[in-house]
């Protein structure tokens, strides 16, 4: 039978008015008809309109609750008294009284992202001179003319600006850990001259002054949450994830490699590459990353809290909890060990630690141990070339996927992460795979001591053998156990001894009932809970996807907008750091009202929300699987214009 064709336009350039059906062309096409025939279905005006006057503008004022709320906030964090502290202690001789104090600063910011205003020195100037009550300006300091003079709308513009932002810089002159003059596009050669005279110990001080005064702001929003709710997390076991995100730039960036600098130098190019393998070989995946990202930006280190106790409950706001910033890749280990520092000074408990690739692939010595010492038990991913053996012991032990295994564990056990991620094996064959594996991990004999990671036996070692080996004698003795049946019978596995023989010598850890592992050993990739067990994906999944819904509230246009880098344009690490700071306070203050807006009350009166379940291609795979094996690249490319 003849295919019938589908009719054709008019005109040179005739092609079929419909094509063929196809996954590509389903959707809503639009045909636009001339000039002509469009004009045929616009109104026509009924009457001339007369002229508008020109717009005025409008200004709406803060009530005295809402500026007292303010106060309160700053206020608890102790950093308006901090700054001003070490401002005056800078000092080497007395000025002029200052027209606008860091409380009035401070406030200023906090007024502004509650009234989702953005970051502007203009903006804040606006609330202090036009959007308080006389009673609040005096009581913030603020010594600046409520409103122009008529004739002189220009100069007092200019005037009140300037006094805003002299009490900016000077709020963060003495916690700015910057050498780089900022706002003008130089070549490299003109800065070395202009940097500021900081030594490297006076840099770390003021980073680390940095760090806490905006930290501090997360705890005073954290401080929002009700005191049950509170204590009901703690008791379940702290979680926690972190993660890095770029904190987009007011500024061009320059390539490495180029002989000019940025008019924000402090920043670095935050690069994410595309997913580019061809659709079918992704599995139709939705969630596939098929463009790439490139931004000028500094990075946010991101300390995210979360509850990970209820697999279908959330008893705690996911909120941003401590953070800070670096150059996009520079060091992720170093910015994790500055968030562990200042969460341990704020008296917080350590819990689970969720990371994605990006930390596993860090050095051993800087981040794994580290957080280990803080004392933070590790949930992590594995890439493409971390799954399956991962190194050896001396006493013969091999580590899989994060735990210390005897030799004698069988090849196919060891490969079950590979073969899934290779299609190989079903999950369900996995998750079998997974449940026998746990029979063969070395045990804890006892609690670990300083310097010992801990005292580790093999599954047919000790007095309580849950497995039987020819070369543990006393593995071999009968251990029956009684049956839901009646019956008595011993169950346990028995271990093929043979193939961990060399020479018909058995290794250390066959020979002896214990093997002591040091801190260092096997650091890298160990971690408490069994890699791809039902629990490990799971608290591994809630604590990430914990992160995510932080960072879909931060970014969101129409709230708190972190990543919109106009509504923040004064450059500067300082700057931006002290912006992301109110930002994340404002996405933390928003996310616990609507915790306590839709919670319900559990059997025991404790307040929770149900966990949203989202949708995720990643879901229940062991993580690390899939595309985001790989951590994304942030580095600065070379000779980028």
């Known amino acids: ?300 280190h991101l300390l995210a809290l979360a509850d990970s106790s209820h697999p279908t409950r959330s008893y705690m706001p996911a909120v941003p909890f401590a953070f800070t910033t670096d150059r996009p890749g520079v060091d992720p280990a170093g910015a994790a060990r500055r968030i562990f520092a200042n969460v341990a000074s704020r008296k917080h408990e350590p819990g689970w630690l969720a990371g994605d690739i990006l930390y596993t692939n860090q050095a051993a010595a800087e981040f794994q141990i580290p957080a280990q010492e803080a004392g933070y038990k590790l949930v992590l991913g594995y890439g493409k070339t971390q799954i399956g053996r991962q190194g050896a012991h001396t006493s013969g032990m091999v580590m899989v996927e994060g735990a210390y295994y005897p030799p004698c564990m069988p090849e196919d056990l060891v490969e079950a992460t590979r073969d899934l991620r290779a299609k190989k094996i079903t999950m369900e064959q996995y998750r079998q795979a997974i449940r026998t594996r746990n029979e063969y991990r070395m045990r804890n004999k006892e609690t670990a001591k300083p310097g010992v990671s801990a005292r580790l036996q093999c599954p047919a070692a000790g007095a309580n053998p849950i497995a039987i080996c020819e070369l543990k004698p006393k593995s071999k003795q009968e251990r029956p156990i009684t049956q839901s049946d009646g019956l008595k019978i011993d169950l346990r596995r028995t271990i093929d001894h043979k193939k961990v023989l060399t020479k018909g010598a058995a290794p250390k850890v066959c020979s002896s009932q214990t093997v002591t592992v040091g801190a260092e050993e096997g650091a890298k990739y160990r971690q408490e809970l069994q890699f791809g067990s039902p629990e490990q994906i799971s608290r591994y999944t809630r604590l990430r996807q914990s992160q995510e819904g932080i960072h879909g509230t931060a970014k969101d246009e129409g709230g708190v907008a972190l990543a919109s880098p106009g509504r923040r344009r004064v450059r500067g690490w300082a700057a931006q750091q002290l912006f992301a700071a109110f930002l994340l306070a404002q996405t933390a203050v928003q996310r616990i009202a609507t915790f306590l807006r839709n919670a319900q009350k559990d059997e025991q009166g404790d307040l929770f929300v149900p966990r949203r379940q989202i949708l995720n291609s990643d879901e229940g795979l062991p993580p690390g699987d899939g595309f985001l094996d790989d951590a994304p690249s942030m580095t600065d490319p070379p000779a980028l214009v």
């Not at 008529?150 to 300037?162: F, L, P, Y």
Request: charged residues 30%; proline residues 8%; aromatic residues 6%.
């Open 1 to 300: 039978m003849r295919k019938q064709r589908a009719p054709r336009r008019k005109g040179s350039n005739a092609r079929p008015l419909t094509a063929p059906r196809t996954a590509k062309n389903t959707r809503q096409m639009l045909e636009t008809g001339s000039v002509s025939e469009v004009s045929r279905f616009i109104p026509r005006p009924a009457a001339e309109k007369p002229a508008l006057e020109a717009p005025k503008r409008v200004i709406t004022r803060f009530t005295d609750e809402d500026v007292q709320r303010s106060i309160d906030f700053i206020k608890q964090t102790d950093v308006d008294a901090y700054v001003t502290q070490r401002h005056n202690g800078a000092k080497r001789k007395a000025g002029r009284p200052a027209l606008v104090s860091a409380l009035a600063i401070l406030v200023a910011m906090h007024l502004a992202v509650s009234d989702n205003r953005p970051l502007l020195l203009t903006e804040l100037r606006d609330i202090l001179c036009l959007r308080l009550n006389p009673a609040m300006r005096s009581l913030l300091d603020v010594h600046l003319l409520p409103k122009a003079q008529s004739g002189a709308e220009k100069q007092w513009n200019d005037s009140t600006v300037r006094a805003v932002a002299r009490a900016f810089h000077r709020l963060l002159n003495t916690i700015d850990p910057s050498t780089l003059p900022k706002n003008r596009v130089r070549e490299w050669a003109e800065i070395a001259p202009l940097k500021k005279a900081l030594e490297p110990a006076e840099q770390a001080e003021r980073a680390t002054a940095l760090d806490w005064v905006c930290n501090q702001l997360l705890d005073a929003a954290y401080n929002h949450i009700p005191e049950p709710v509170r204590k009901r997390y703690a008791d379940a076991g702290p979680g926690y994830c972190i993660d890095a995100t770029p904190l987009p730039l007011f500024a061009r960036g320059r390539g490495v490699e180029n002989t000019i600098a940025s008019a924000d130098p402090d920043g670095g190019y935050y690069v994410r590459e595309a997913d580019h393998r061809d659709p079918e070989d992704a599995g139709g995946d939705p969630f596939r990353r098929s463009t790439s990202k490139r931004l000028w930006a500094r990075e946010i």
